[in-house]
T-cell receptor
Framework: AQKITQTQPGMFVQEKEAVTLDCTYD???????LFWYKQPSSGEMIFLIY??????QNATEGRYSLNFQKARKSANLVISASQLGDSAMYFC??????????FGQGTTLQVKP | DAGVIQSPRHEVTEMGQEVTLRCKPI?????LFWYRQTMMRGLELLIY????????DSGMPEDRFSAKMPNASFSTLKIQPSEPRDSAVYFC????????????FGPGTRLTVT
């Protein structure tokens, strides 16, 4: 069965420092997509970054990068130069070829000034 | 561009009443998803449609829940009769079909059943 695991319920980081949010996944499909979403306290779900299972390079989007280690089935999110506005819940998700998106339990990130 | 539109944004109802949640996906998107988010269970996929056809409704909790997509620009999620344990935030999301495409979420409907 497909599964996404986020083992860090909560994380703290000092403003301007980098932080890594962990995500591991399990699937037998050769083709899949990995996504990270941000959910601030206002509740909306914001797409951050995508990594395809066949992509050779790690995805980057501004201050976000995805550390994709396929053999270890991990897709960690790295946020560089943290800002106060980065405080939110972060969800890792996997989408299979049928289109289903399966979410992890989320990690709450608090950025300290 | 308009994103995914959901209505109502908040709904408070009494146990036993019928509740209908509405969603308008992003124009051109051919996949639509309904999720439920609770503290206990996190984000759960309830049902999704490709090209207006339900593909997987295995996440629908029970027969009290039903979803329809009569056309490419509208979907409903109905709960009849509602129960207090249905209280949650219900999200609708849409995307292009396929594993490589991100899903765009609506603002959600916060449902409270008393």
């Amino acid at each position: 069965a497909q599964k996404i695991t986020q083992t860090q319920p909560g994380m703290f980081v000092q403003e301007k420092e980098a932080v890594t949010l962990d995500c591991t996944y399990d699937t037998s499909d050769p083709s899949y997509g990995l996504f990270w979403y941000k959910q601030p306290s206002s509740g909306e779900m914001i797409f951050l970054i995508y990594q395809g299972s066949y992509d050779q390079q790690n995805a980057t989007e501004g201050r976000y990068s995805l550390n994709f280690q396929k053999a270890r089935k991990s897709a960690n999110l790295v946020i560089s130069a943290s800002q106060l506005g980065d405080s939110a819940m972060y969800f890792c998700a996997m989408r299979d070829t049928t289109g289903k998106l399966i979410f992890g339990q989320g990690t709450t990130l608090q950025v300290k000034p | 561009d308009a994103g995914v539109i959901q209505s109502p944004r908040h709904e408070v109802t009494e146990m036993g009443q019928e509740v209908t949640l509405r969603c308008k996906p992003i124009s051109g998107h051919n996949s639509l998803f309904w999720y439920r988010q609770t503290m206990m269970r996190g984000l759960e996929l309830l049902i999704y449609f490709n090209n207006n056809v339900p593909i997987d409704d295995s996440g629908m909790p029970e027969d009290r829940f039903s979803a329809k997509m009569p056309n490419a620009s509208f979907s409903t999620l109905k709960i009849q009769p509602s129960e207090p344990r249905d209280s949650a935030v219900y999200f609708c999301a849409s995307s292009l079909q396929g594993a490589v495409y991100e899903q765009y979420f609506g603002p959600g409907t916060r449902l409270t059943v008393t």
